[in-house]
């Protein structure tokens, strides 16, 4: 049992398995970065050139209204990740993407403990009295 000076018994306490472990957290490296910017820099001039592309088709009255529909789907559903995507950027969701894995870690070793109380609890299934 724990003492009442105990700090990880408190209301503010995480009780995690990890709690002794430090995290730190690194610097990303730099070809990274560079990866990244490269990455979204191609998409988004990919991006840009199929919008030239659709605003010339809808400029254009010789029968290409056919693709209208699509095209707007497509800038409707791209539109609605990015919001979705700058949403969940300002809620945070992307500041610490290694703790759920450590909470996935914490959940399996409380269902370990509950399933081994059950076993000490309950008589062997072989026994009859």
Known sequence: MRSAEDPTTGPDSTNSVDQGRKRRSRPTPLWITVFLIGTVSLAAIGFLFKFIEFVAAYLKTDGTDFSIIPVATYLAVAAGYLCFFVWAFRQGMFTDIEAPKYRMLEMQD????????QKTN???QGSHS
């Not at 409380?110 to 109380?117: F, R």
């Open 110 to 117: 409380e269902i370990d403990a509950q399933i081994a109380a």
């Open 122 to 124: 309950t008589p062997a």
